[in-house]
């Protein structure tokens, strides 16, 4: 605690945004020189974030014209470096990019000529025909023709069901200065639990470690000895890489020792630290930071010796953003501007996103409650998951309801018996995480403590009555949750009555009646 009073602000950044670096055993400075010096440039979890900005630090950061001037500014420092990312890159994305099917977002990809990236979770939204398409381009009715992505994708673990083979290369290998390095894309198994199972239904994803030390030995019979892992999979440290933790950090000792830096992603959290001798590193989320991979390469051997990472913030203040990006976002605002300015209603105060210890926030309060109003319905349950943003005090835009609600989740209505409920409720505390979902229309009490399975207490109607077993009760859940998804496997018992209206258009109209306000444009 000491050093941290004692450090100035200055140096304060300079150490959580500091060097993490690991060394191979000594070697001759005179060979050191001869190494070859390969810069790595990585983003995970974009999310479509093109004009949207976040703060670091009481800094301005992120944006996609901020992102790309300081990618084009350090590959401009090394004529050997390599632009990848680790997923998540579409999905969940603000109206500039959802809107048009996310294609804007891998225009600016396209733009910054990403050399090699890997498919994550979100990736899959709309399916493994929609991902293919803004991959390999195509027709979509409500964009027309596209040509795709020019960044090439690989991913060993998402395996096509039909012909038992990865439905993307499993590796890819890059050729810099004479030396060949070999990139594997994995993505989390959890994407099980956050994609709908029609949107995954062509695919399996297996085994994260057995497909990654499987490729590994493709690439080794390639010679290649230079390995880099892009994995769509959680991984945290402290900023000074010391209390490393998440599911990938538990991978890394069961990983071939060949392997020597693999980028993070999923968790939006802060990694740069070495375990089993693995650089790992994740750069938050949304284009706020970066990842910056500087390796020294034995040209004889052509393993890495040396390795160490940067994790850096695209601070608005320290750069100009890139022109070039800016009559991209240009182009697509023009296209959005008189729809998503449109107001739907006005907010007395900030409506937040924030959950208080109840798992309960007012905004998803406002969710659940609009899905019980379209729906006539008992009790809604609603995930935090799927609400991105807060609504800010004043006018209500459709722009600001897609930035709240990206995903095409609609509203179902199902029957689920007391006991499913009880059951549902049971499973907010799975694989030892705890994932409280916003109720309406009962109330209950909680011992997080208790064993698994005997946690929900005194579970009730709105009217004090304790819910019976084997009744039925009417229920308002997104599609998402219906199919089992964030890992709520019991919903799958419900009974489905009807198919209702998108989440966010549910949303709208109860705004419309919540908080009136004439439908104009601006703010």
Sequence with gaps: MYIFRILSPMLLLLFIFGTYEYAAPAFHHSKANKHIQVQLLGVNDFHGQLDQYQTVFGNKAGGAEYLAAYLKKYRQENKHTLLVHAGDMVGGSPPISSRFQDEPTIEFLNLLNFDVGTPGNHEFDDGVHEMKR???????????????????YCSAN????QSGTPLLPP?????????????IGIVTTETNQFVLPENRKEVEIIDEVKAINDTVKLLKKKEVESIVVLAHVSAKSDWTGTNPHEELVKMAPKIDDEVDVIFGGHSHQYANTVVDDK??????SYGKAFSQVKLSIDPHTKDIVKKDANIIPTFHHKIKPDQETIQLLTKYKEKIRSYEKLVTGKAPKDITRKKDENGESPLAQMVAQSGLTAMDAEIAFVHHGGIRSTLQKGNITMEDLYTVLPFNHRFVK????????????EQQWTKEKENLLQVIGLTYTKDKN????????????????????????????????????DGFTAFQQGKLIESGPLIVNALVHYIQWKFPADMVHGR
């Design 414 to 425: 199902v029957t689920l018996t007391g006991a499913q409920i009880h059951a549902v409720l």
């Design 450 to 485: 208790a064993p698994a399975g005997s946690r929900i207490l005194a579970l009730k109607d709105m009217h004090g009555h304790e819910l019976a077993p084997d009744k039925e009760y009417t229920v308002v859940i997104s599609d998402y949750l219906a199919s089992g998804g």
């Design 279 to 284: 650089l790992i590193v994740q750069s938050y």
């Design 134 to 152: 803004l991959l390999d381009g195509g027709f979509h009715k409500k964009t027309g023709s596209f040509s795709g992505s020019t960044t090439p």
């Design 171 to 183: 590796y890819i290998i890059k050729r810099i200065n004479g030396i060949d390095i070999g990139f």
């Design 158 to 161: 998402v395996i096509d069901k």
